[in-house]
């Protein structure tokens, strides 16, 4: 359990200089190491900024959408756990994944209902409301420890 608390603190460390470094959300996108080319989410909704979090990391299984945007704006959760989006907001909103490979959606959620998703396997999801497209997000999803892992 140990270990996998330590390796989500190092995972909302690394995200939050990785969005910080290249200063406020919507600045510039970082730049592939090897190639200098600059990094493009894939199919990510043309309002979203490149660069999401601005320092607004959550760890856990909920977000709430506000007429702000989804909070906390990047959530680090685990493989194989519920996330529910909570709408808050006074109108109707959504959940649309940009870049999950299925195609994932929510459907409207009217404003005090909600919508959950459990993710079968890893990965970093970039997602929007298709009602306010100004909306977006990340989910990153990371391996659960069982307790049996090194130093766990």
């Avoid at 529910?84 to 929510?106: E, I, M």
């Amino acid at each position: 359990m140990r270990a996998g608390i330590a390796t989500a603190c190092v995972i909302l460390a690394a995200l939050a200089g990785a969005c910080s470094s290249g200063g406020a959300a919507g600045s510039s996108a970082p730049t592939h190491a090897t190639t200098g080319q600059t990094a493009q989410p894939v199919g990510q909704a043309a309002n979203c900024p490149k660069q999401l979090g601005g320092g607004h990391f959550g760890l856990g299984t909920k977000v709430k959408i506000t007429p702000q945007g989804f909070d906390p704006q990047i959530l680090v959760t685990g493989m194989n756990l519920n996330v529910t989006w909570t709408n808050s907001s006074s109108k109707p909103q959504s959940v649309h994944f940009d870049n999950w490979g299925a195609p994932v959606d929510s459907g409207p959620i009217a404003p005090g209902g909600s919508w959950t998703f459990k993710a079968a396997h890893t990965g970093s999801v970039l997602y929007h409301s298709t009602l306010d497209g100004s909306l977006c997000g990340q989910l990153e999803i990371q391996l659960t420890g069982n307790g049996s892992e090194p130093g766990g």
